[in-house]
């Protein structure tokens, strides 16, 4: 039998570090859950909760991005404390990132910190949520304005899982992989992406596992340089982002991440052209490879919306002394963070 | 004029730093606020909200224990929010253990991490509550059990607003004191208060810095080796607060937390006595500092709490793999951790 692999132990803030595990089958990822010996609280909600191991411990929450707030968390600690865990349990997130960063918020501020593992089910969650310590909920309208920094001990990542996700959410996980296509500074992930966009959409699974691992090596490069953000490195894996929350708050959450991550990046594309500080052919190839993946680029904002798109930019939490900060790019692997008026955001997102 | 000065500069976890300022008047502390330029939010409660600058943004919470809770948490996050708070603002708590450790927390979650500066008004809180990062709110009937490990970035201490304190809210930080004389290596705060009783007790100006020094030197030591409490050094500091955290839990939150804290001491040297851990005369000489300083050192739980007492005591956040330790003293500065089996808790806080 193949066994669980450890394929990254990234090292973060404090010397503590996270391993990344991928399993090849479900048994195999309970057992070595089981193996762990500590006593657990698995925290899934009504989609995932067929990946829990029948002896689980659990709290099962409503799916979606509206059940991302303190009533969640409340009931997550509130399980924790009847199931008498201790600051040595473990909180097992299994789910997407919704799921995963409350667990690991729970996990963070229960006792002033037990244990989180995480189990990602999503794509998205797989290349993005699990890593560097971002725990959190929604708060006052604003995405992930209360949480912690909190790196979870293990990820099991179990690629088979993706097999039964929804289409709608697989593809929203390759807007994130295509952003991190263009902030590596090797063309490993981009070449990967343009040579192998069939099987990709297709769900091989061989080049599944090999795009996850490609899509991590992007993030853990950038997130060990900067574990905790204050640098300004990391920030750059936001590129799209601020766009894209800000898209996220307008319209409501109807939007996917993923969607949203993709329109964003695409939109710091157009705004990078315009200054001068992404060359036009780069700029151009880039939003090809973002419509190839499946992703609208010509989407415009409603203009009876941008008030309330531009209030959720002030908010957004990258904030610093009053100016708001966006990542454009220079070229590959060449993330800049620029300060945008009002004008040039207005340009980016209605024209 | 004499001028604010630094008097510990105390190394936490992760490269942070918590200094400690001795204020000379409370003109000179807000100036020296004011004089940081961030944008800040201050956090108060009825009592304490005449030690607040007339500029200062706040939130003013109701007193008491009892509002240590999410509730308050969120009344703080959702004024940040509203204040345009970024992550590089400012919390600034300005009263006693309840506001400060609410005031970090809140500090700690907001947008993954924000500022947090502390102007303790209670004896308790100066030598105590505001070293070490530990932040929190009650939840589910047991103290502190939510929080992070969030070290402020400085401690401004203004002895001189002790003159107002409540006389029982000044002796009940004598109970932290008292204990603190006994963990220190040296005898140097013990005999301090040996030869100090009675300028002590009547709040001399200059004892009360001196004490708060020399009690704030042995909390840092503890934990400068131990940030975390993972080690179990920093766990010593907890002499006491097993069998008080459990009063005050069974009593309802009637006992105040250096009330309970002395008591418990002493349980934890009789105790250490009967099991021949603690020298007698060195027991019973502690015990009598104890009393010397006021505190009821006779008092034994009615029969019919112990269930509610024991029940506290198994929620205590220092359980461990199901046991839960207490700390005992085998000499001078020379804490043990120990489990106690019921029979020992009961003989120590029923007869």
Same mark, same amino acid.
């Given at each position: 039998?193949?066994?669980?692999?450890? /394929?990254?132990?990234?090292?973060?803030?404090?010397?503590?570090?996270?391993?990344?595990?991928?399993?090849?089958?479900?048994?195999?990822?309970?057992?070595?859950?089981?193996?762990?010996?500590?006593?657990?609280?698995?925290?899934?909600?009504?989609?995932?909760?067929?990946?829990?191991?029948?002896?689980?411990?659990?709290?099962?929450?409503?799916?979606?991005?509206?059940?991302?707030?303190?009533?969640?968390?409340?009931?997550?600690?509130?399980?924790?404390?009847?199931?008498?865990?201790?600051?040595?349990?473990?909180?097992?997130? +299994?789910?997407?990132?919704?799921?995963?960063?409350?667990?690991?918020?729970?996990?963070?501020?229960?006792?002033?910190?037990?244990?989180? +593992?995480?189990?990602?089910?999503?794509?998205?969650?797989?290349?993005?949520?699990?890593?560097?310590?971002?725990?959190?909920?929604?708060?006052?309208?604003?995405?992930?304005?209360?949480?912690?920094?909190?790196?979870?001990?293990?990820?099991?990542?179990?690629?088979?899982?993706?097999?039964?996700?929804?289409?709608?959410?697989?593809?929203?996980?390759?807007?994130?992989?295509?952003?991190?296509? &263009?902030?590596?500074?090797?063309?490993?992930?981009?070449?990967?992406?343009?040579?192998?966009?069939?099987?990709?959409?297709?769900?091989?699974?061989?080049?599944?596992?090999?795009?996850?691992?490609?899509?991590?090596?992007?993030?853990?490069?950038? /997130?060990?340089?900067?574990?905790?953000?204050?640098?300004?490195?990391?920030?750059?894996?936001?590129?799209?982002?601020? &766009?894209?929350?800000?898209?996220?708050?307008?319209?409501? &959450?109807?939007?996917?991440?993923?969607?949203?991550?993709?329109?964003?990046?695409?939109?710091? &594309?157009?705004?990078?052209?315009?200054?001068?500080?992404?060359?036009?052919?780069?700029?151009?190839?880039? /939003?090809?490879? /973002?419509?190839?993946?499946?992703?609208?680029?010509?989407?415009?904002?409603?203009?009876?919306?941008?008030?309330?798109?531009?209030?959720?930019?002030?908010?957004?939490?990258?904030?610093?002394?009053?100016?708001?900060?966006?990542?454009?790019?220079?070229?590959?692997?060449?993330?800049?963070?620029?300060?945008?008026?009002?004008?040039? +955001?207005?340009?980016?997102?209605?024209?």
């Amino acid at each position: 039998m193949k066994r669980m692999e450890r /394929i990254f132990s990234v090292p973060l803030k404090g010397g503590a570090v996270t391993d990344v595990y991928s399993a090849f089958s479900l048994a195999e990822l309970h057992e070595s859950l089981r193996a762990m010996g500590s006593s657990m609280l698995f925290v899934a909600d009504d989609n995932t909760e067929r990946f829990l191991p029948d002896w689980a411990e659990r709290v099962i929450l409503p799916h979606g991005e509206r059940w991302k707030n303190w009533e969640s968390v409340d009931r997550i600690l509130s399980a924790a404390l009847s199931s008498g865990l201790a600051r040595d349990s473990v909180f097992v997130g +299994v789910g997407g990132g919704v799921i995963l960063d409350m667990a690991a918020f729970a996990a963070s501020i229960y006792m002033r910190g037990a244990r989180a +593992v995480l189990v990602p089910t999503t794509l998205l969650a797989m290349v993005d949520a699990t890593l560097g310590g971002k725990t959190g909920i929604d708060y006052g309208g604003g995405k992930n304005l209360v949480g912690t920094f909190f790196p979870a001990e293990s990820v099991l990542i179990l690629p088979d899982v993706l097999e039964t996700l929804p289409e709608r959410e697989y593809r929203c996980g390759l807007g994130e992989v295509v952003k991190h296509a &263009f902030l590596s500074s090797s063309r490993r992930l981009y070449d990967f992406l343009a040579d192998n966009r069939e099987r990709v959409l297709g769900r091989d699974s061989s080049v599944m596992e090999e795009m996850i691992r490609l899509s991590l090596e992007v993030k853990i490069d950038y /997130i060990t340089r900067d574990p905790e953000e204050r640098k300004g490195i990391r920030s750059a894996l936001n590129l799209g982002h601020t &766009f894209s929350h800000a898209l996220e708050a307008a319209e409501d &959450f109807s939007i996917s991440h993923g969607e949203g991550v993709a329109w964003g990046t695409a939109a710091a &594309f157009r705004v990078g052209r315009d200054k001068g500080i992404t060359a036009s052919d780069y700029a151009d190839e880039a /939003i090809r490879l /973002i419509e190839d993946y499946g992703f609208d680029t010509s989407f415009r904002l409603p203009g009876n919306l941008f008030p309330s798109f531009m209030d959720a930019v002030s908010k957004d939490k990258k904030k610093k002394g009053g100016s708001v900060k966006f990542v454009l790019m220079e070229g590959q692997g060449k993330p800049v963070l620029i300060p945008l008026d009002e004008d040039a +955001v207005r340009k980016a997102v209605l024209s």
